[in-house]
């Protein structure tokens, strides 16, 4: 294992998928912390919270809206 792994307890999780202004973001859910995931050609975007989920997705929004 490298030391940029991520490792995900993937028992019980679910998975959405968001499109945001026409980009795909992965969502993982689990005991009650939620993962966002997405990329554009330059950048990996992780966001990793117990916060509420749609608070979560408007941060996402605004950083996809303000690159």
Do not use: C, P
């Amino acid at each position: 294992m490298t030391s940029n792994a991520i490792i995900n307890d993937t028992e019980g999780i679910e998975v959405e998928r968001i499109l945001i202004e026409e980009q795909e973001v992965i969502s993982f859910t689990n005991k009650n912390v939620h993962q966002l995931y997405w990329n554009d050609i330059t950048y990996i975007y992780i966001i990793i919270s117990a916060y509420d989920k749609k608070d979560l997705i408007k941060m996402a929004e605004s950083i996809i809206r303000n690159k």
